[in-house]
């Protein structure tokens, strides 16, 4: 159940006060955006510390907004993390892994939303975010038009550009409706094939190519999985930058629908989010330019800004996740819920946490694997092959120490084990039975396969 409340005194409530339906009537309509890319690693843009120029108009965004340095994504592919991220639950709580529709039976944001009074409103870009999975829930328009082609696979997608001129489209058609619109951008996702004018400032010719195998399958291990394969091209260094140009393609788009907010007087007022639903392989142990294989670092770690005018600035390095982006809405919207979500308001700084993010194994859906991190220290256990490891991330993010035999942790090992195992069971929805999802077609099923989600 959702109830309207009246905002208290505390910091964050005042920060936001004068944006509720009780404010006089020259007040602007409380208004939320939710901007999400697909697979995009928050290490490669300029406001987390990549080298490379891939972001100037978020690097600008970032500039005035508040920066979680440290944000995880509640696993390690589209359909989980996407419904964590609406709903404030885990993907086992939610059960929706993979290609497993979202249950007609959760309540998301949108739907709680649409009952406050808000228009809801969604422009997504991944054929698995089709309302088809039950992302629809909620939202008064959800536009899923995709009429292009990923360059390898046969699936539908929409670039950027196409994303960005419907969106401007829907805010300019309900800029003056109290609002909660969700964007998701399908670039920098596989095949990485950007405009030539975008790829091309970062190519560099003069490195020494480093030769990877061509995989004859999906996998990224040990070498350029099969969906990814740019013609007979093997240089790791080439596929980096063609990924560096599609965040920077995104990048352009980004700008423009910025400048779009501006222009309808909604940038100043709104609250707007950006985040990634997950990361990228870059080489780390071993695999290569995908994701959904294991919940390394750089799969799961995502940008995460919160902008509101000019009231939230800075930088903020405890570790936060996906399930606290409903809460903060909640918080800002002066809605309660007797939902128990799992996050927390993300302007109410907390320690000594548990995050906690778990993905399906993509050759097997019943195999799971997960991690908690618990101030900086993370341990994941891959079930599979009954092997834990443990890092810390806060001297060591690229994993490269296995400190899980190190007697000076073995308090904070076993201590973490205890955790895992009350979290990976835990369940704060008990959904009960839940209705089945429709019965997909043969060239739907195909096309998931395609993309790893079914075997």
Not at 231 to 236: C, F, L, M, T
């Amino acid at each position: 159940m959702l109830h309207n409340r009246k905002r208290g005194n505390g910091p964050a409530l005042a920060l936001f006060a004068s944006l509720t339906f009780l404010g006089c009537a020259s007040d602007p309509p409380p208004r939320v955006i939710l901007i999400s890319v697909d697979t995009l690693r928050a290490d490669h843009l300029g406001s987390y510390g990549y080298s490379r120029p891939t972001s100037p108009n978020l690097d600008a965004f970032a500039s005035n907004a508040l920066v979680f340095e440290n944000a995880i994504a509640q696993g390690a592919e589209t359909v989980s993390t996407c419904t964590s991220l609406l709903t404030g639950f885990l993907p086992h709580e939610t059960r929706a892994v993979r290609y497993h529709s979202m249950p007609h039976e959760l309540e998301t944001l949108p739907e709680m939303l649409q009952k406050s009074g808000y228009t809801t409103l969604a422009v997504v870009s991944n054929f698995v975010l089709r309302s088809k999975q039950g992302f629809s829930q909620g939202f008064s328009i959800y536009d899923e038009t995709m009429v292009q082609r990923e360059q390898i696979r046969p699936l539908p997608e929409r670039a950027a550009e196409p994303t960005t001129d419907r969106a401007i489209e829907l805010l300019r058609e309900h800029k003056d409706d109290p609002l909660f619109m969700w964007i998701h951008y399908q670039d920098p996702h596989a095949t990485y094939s950007p405009p030539k004018r975008h790829a091309e400032p970062f190519l560099d010719p003069d490195r020494e190519p480093r030769p990877l195998p061509l995989n004859k399958v999906m996998s990224g291990s040990l070498g350029i999985p099969r969906h990814q394969q740019l013609g007979e091209n093997r240089d790791y260094h080439y596929y980096v930058s063609q990924y560096d140009g599609e965040i920077h393609y995104f990048d352009e788009q980004f700008g423009r629908l910025i400048g779009a907010l501006e222009e309808l007087g909604i940038y100043d007022d709104a609250l707007i989010i950006f985040t990634a639903d997950h990361g990228e392989n870059m080489g780390e142990h071993g695999y290569f330019f995908t994701h959904g294989e294991n919940l390394y670092h750089g799969v799961t770690h995502v940008p995460l800004m919160v902008k509101h005018g000019n009231r939230l600035k800075g930088r903020r390095a405890e570790f936060v996740q996906h399930l606290d982006v409903v809460p903060t809405v909640m918080e800002f919207l002066g809605l309660t819920s007797d939902l128990p979500f799992r996050g927390h308001d993300l302007l109410q700084a907390t320690k000594g946490r548990e995050i906690f993010s778990e993905t399906a194994i993509w050759w097997s859906a019943e195999k799971w694997m997960y991690f908690v991190i618990r101030d900086g220290i993370k341990l994941i256990h891959r079930p599979t092959v009954n092997r834990f490891h443990l890092y810390d991330l806060n001297n060591d993010p690229e994993e490269t120490r296995d400190l899980f035999n190190d007697p000076a942790y073995r308090e904070s090992v076993e201590e973490m084990q205890r955790a895992l195992a009350r979290l990976r069971t835990e369940d704060l929805l008990d959904l009960g039975p839940i209705t089945p999802p429709d019965e997909m077609t043969e060239e739907e099923r195909e096309k998931l396969e395609s993309l790893g989600y079914v075997r």
